[in-house]
């Protein structure tokens, strides 16, 4: 089973990029592409207008003609786009937002990507790692904590996570036993 997995990337010179999901195939004759979501509770999709596609450290800037959720997946139409042909070279690409085009989220709320680099301890003050990435499987999100000799999967649930410090770089786990023994 092939997982989602993302981490935070820059466009050159520019604000960072947030990837949203993967472009998988294309959907019908007039250039339509399906997008598997990296969170498929998502709307964000639903109301973009520019996005950034990106494969192999490369970017490329496209408008939006329209976007509509299809079985729990996105299916998105690229201004221009107009025939299969014209949508079968963006297969692949990771399908990306400038940073500043996304909501902000409510109070004591924050998109997962922004966890990326934050320092990772338990209850008692052990220093568990660093999380470098986010991993989307079908059971939620998974962070991606790396430590002095092991990664760890640590499931990005509020049973879990005991709090999340922006301002000091640090988040604060409860793992249930034998979670960083796996």
Request: hydrophobic content about 35%.
């Amino acid at each position: 089973m092939k997982r989602n997995s993302w981490t935070l990337s820059a466009t050159s010179g520019s604000e960072p990029l947030v990837p949203l999901g993967k472009i998988v195939a294309t959907h019908g004759l007039e250039g339509w592409l399906r997008c598997n979501s990296f969170n498929p509770q998502t709307a964000t999709l639903a109301s973009l207008q520019q996005i950034v596609l990106e494969k192999d450290g490369q970017n490329w800037s496209c408008e939006v003609e329209a976007s509509k959720a299809h079985r729990k997946r996105w299916l998105v139409k690229l201004r221009g786009a107009d025939r299969l042909e014209e949508a079968e070279k963006w297969i692949g690409f990771t399908l990306c937002v400038k940073e500043s085009d996304l909501e902000s989220p409510g109070p004591g709320q924050y998109y997962h990507y922004q966890a990326i680099g934050l320092e990772v301890y338990d209850l008692r003050g052990k220093r568990i790692g660093t999380v470098t990435r986010i991993m989307c499987v079908p059971g939620g999100v998974l962070y991606v904590v790396q430590g002095a000799t092991k990664e760890h999967l640590i499931p990005a649930v509020k049973e879990m996570i005991e709090k999340v410090d922006f301002t000091a770089g640090k988040m604060i786990i409860d793992p249930p036993d034998g979670l960083l023994d796996l």
